[in-house]
């Protein structure tokens, strides 16, 4: 089993930024991909980014997100982060980090076996 937790959300401004950490605990060692996604009030959960967890694949987002987040892993602290900058109203949503054991798909709700509890971020206008 793998259990994840995030924190680091909050209520920013619009333009502001947040990091958002995903810590992982138990046979992270099964770990392939960790993946960042978020649910907005009345609308579907949807993909943000993905990071290989040990490296030696690729970063990828979601094209809203392009330029203004970054994902990074620090493994010793078998931690992700996502970093937000120039956030908007439209980042505002319920962010989620996932955990897959598989290689591809990254994109994909359903390849992701281990899911955290979320954490609000609330960009004001």
């Known amino acids: 089993q793998v259990h994840l937790v995030e924190s680091g959300g909050g209520l920013v401004q619009a333009g502001g930024s947040l990091r958002l950490s995903c810590a992982a605990s138990?046979?992270?060692?099964?770990?392939?991909?960790v993946g960042w996604f978020r649910q907005a009030p009345g609308k579907e959960r949807e993909f943000v980014t993905a990071i290989t967890w040990s490296g030696g694949g690729g970063i990828y987002y979601t094209d809203s997100v392009k330029g203004r987040f970054t994902s990074s892993r620090d493994n010793a602290k078998n931690t992700v982060y996502l970093q937000m900058n120039s956030l908007k109203p439209e980042d505002t949503a319920v962010y989620y980090c996932?955990?897959?054991?598989?290689?591809?798909?990254?994109?994909?709700?359903?390849?992701?076996?281990?899911w955290g509890q979320g954490t609000q971020v609330t960009v004001s206008s």
């Open positions: 138990g046979r992270t060692f099964s770990i392939y991909t």
């Open positions: 996932a955990a897959s054991r598989n290689s591809g798909n990254y994109y994909y709700q359903s390849a992701y076996g281990y």
